[in-house]
């Protein structure tokens, strides 16, 4: 008998939590890191963009369907740019992806990331969609709301070179994380 209520205790401990907010929110968080997890093996196993569009899909759907849900948890930010430079990156859709991260600027912007996605949005006009106009649009915003932000520099010279023959790659300190 002892052995039962052992056994039972626990579940319905878990059973308690997993109806609670909280426990809602960590699965729902569990769920968004194993979808993530999934597609970082495939890509690291070799598959082409083209093989990853439905995992892709699916992951973009649960970082926003979290952020939506959980906009205060502290991974929502990071979940937001994610889908944005999936969208962008991997799904081909810079569009989408420009979207994604100005959406992480206007809603996060005392967050660290808020920097990182504008300026990204601004690179992602000139070089992927080629509308140097829009880019420096964003770059002057950028400069306008963050004049003192380490990237500052870097901003002025897209701002300056876009539109430009000039290198299409990402500066290492602004690169986001895998």
Same mark, same amino acid.
């Given at each position: 008998?002892?052995?039962?209520?052992?056994?039972?205790?626990?579940?319905? $401990?878990?059973?308690?939590?997993? $109806?609670?907010?909280?426990?809602?929110?960590?699965?729902? *968080?569990?769920?968004?890191?194993?979808?993530?997890?999934?597609?970082?093996?495939?890509?690291?196993?070799?598959?082409?963009?083209? =093989?990853? $569009?439905?995992?892709?899909?699916? %992951?973009?759907?649960?970082?926003?369907?979290?952020?939506?849900?959980?906009?205060? !948890?502290?991974?929502?930010?990071?979940? %937001?740019?994610?889908?944005?430079?999936?969208?962008?990156?991997?799904?081909?859709?810079?569009?989408?992806?420009?979207? %994604? %991260?100005?959406?992480?600027?206007?809603?996060?912007? =005392? !967050?660290?990331?808020?920097?990182?996605?504008?300026?990204?949005?601004?690179?992602? *006009?000139?070089?992927?969609?080629?509308?140097?106009?829009?880019? @420096?649009?964003?770059? $002057?915003?950028?400069?306008?709301?963050?004049?003192?932000?380490?990237?500052?520099?870097?901003?002025?010279?897209? @701002?300056?070179?876009?539109?430009?023959?000039?290198?299409?790659?990402?500066?290492?300190?602004?690169?986001?994380?895998?």
């Amino acid at each position: 008998m002892s052995r039962i209520f052992l056994i039972i205790i626990p579940l319905a $401990t878990l059973m308690v939590f997993c $109806t609670t907010e909280e426990g809602r929110q960590a699965s729902a *968080y569990e769920e968004v890191k194993t979808k993530e997890h999934h597609l970082q093996m495939q890509i690291a196993d070799g598959k082409s963009p083209y =093989e990853l $569009t439905d995992d892709a899909q699916k %992951l973009i759907s649960s970082y926003i369907s979290f952020y939506e849900e959980y906009p205060e !948890h502290h991974e929502s930010p990071e979940f %937001l740019f994610q889908a944005g430079m999936i969208n962008a990156e991997l799904l081909g859709d810079s569009n989408e992806g420009i979207r %994604l %991260l100005k959406k992480v600027q206007r809603d996060y912007k =005392e !967050h660290d990331i808020a920097q990182r996605s504008l300026f990204l949005a601004g690179f992602m *006009y000139d070089y992927e969609l080629e509308k140097s106009d829009k880019a @420096r649009e964003v770059y $002057t915003r950028f400069l306008e709301l963050y004049p003192h932000s380490e990237l500052a520099d870097a901003v002025r010279q897209a @701002r300056d070179f876009a539109g430009s023959d000039g290198s299409a790659e990402i500066p290492i300190e602004i690169e986001p994380n895998p």
